[in-house]
């Protein structure tokens, strides 16, 4: 199943106009009426592209792009349709990570091609980016001391030198690797590497 697509627009008419082209070329489009409403309501889809408007008045949307991204990343792009894309707008945009951004009036075949892109994209990608995921959130299970064992043998550390490093014993060490090795679903160390490689 292809991932959803959430539209963000304040103006329902241009929402619900929005909607039904992606509803047209095969897509599964949702519609909110502000971004902290969507923000409040997030839905939890773990792949899916979202659509935001930013309003001509204020930079919310700006913020709420930036948020969408930190906490989901590349599993969740986003195109950002404005009326106002100044340069210094498009700039910060880019930056904080958004991927495409679309100037108002915009012929809907330029969003729903955008939108295709980012949908295929992630079809594509969805085994490596849902494990990503996973090793993110294993991630942040881990404690102060087994992220600090994570770190160094991600660095390529032998368990004498962790010891050392981190003032315990190499028995101690061992136990904090095995736990790490559990909580991250390591199956070896070469796994856990590539694991500390791809969320560097």
Do not use: Y
């Not at 986003?78 to 990570?97: C, N, P, Y």
């Not at 951004?101 to 849902?130: A, H, T, W, Y």
């Amino acid at each position: 199943m292809r991932p959803s697509v959430f539209v963000i627009d304040q103006e329902a008419t241009a929402r619900d106009a929005v909607i039904g082209h992606l509803r047209a070329a095969g897509l599964r489009a949702r519609g909110f009426s502000s971004g902290r409403l969507f923000l409040d309501h997030l839905p939890s889809d773990s792949l899916a592209c979202v659509v935001t408007e930013m309003p001509a008045s204020s930079a919310e949307d700006v913020d709420v792009a930036r948020q969408v991204l930190d906490l989901h990343g590349e599993a969740w792009p986003v195109i950002v349709l404005t009326a106002r894309a100044d340069v210094a707008s498009a700039v910060e945009l880019m930056k904080a990570g958004v991927r495409d951004l679309i100037e108002k009036p915009f012929e809907p075949q330029r969003l729903v091609s955008s939108v295709l892109n980012c949908v295929e994209g992630l079809m594509q990608d969805r085994p490596r980016i849902e494990a990503r995921a996973r090793n993110a959130l294993n991630l942040a299970q881990l404690t102060a001391r087994e992220r600090q064992v994570f770190d160094a043998l991600a660095a390529g550390r032998a368990n004498k030198e962790i010891a050392a490093e981190l003032d315990i014993s190499p028995r101690t060490v061992e136990i904090f690797r095995a736990k790490v090795m559990a909580k991250m679903e390591a199956a070896n160390l070469s796994a856990l590497v590539r694991m500390s490689v791809d969320l560097a």
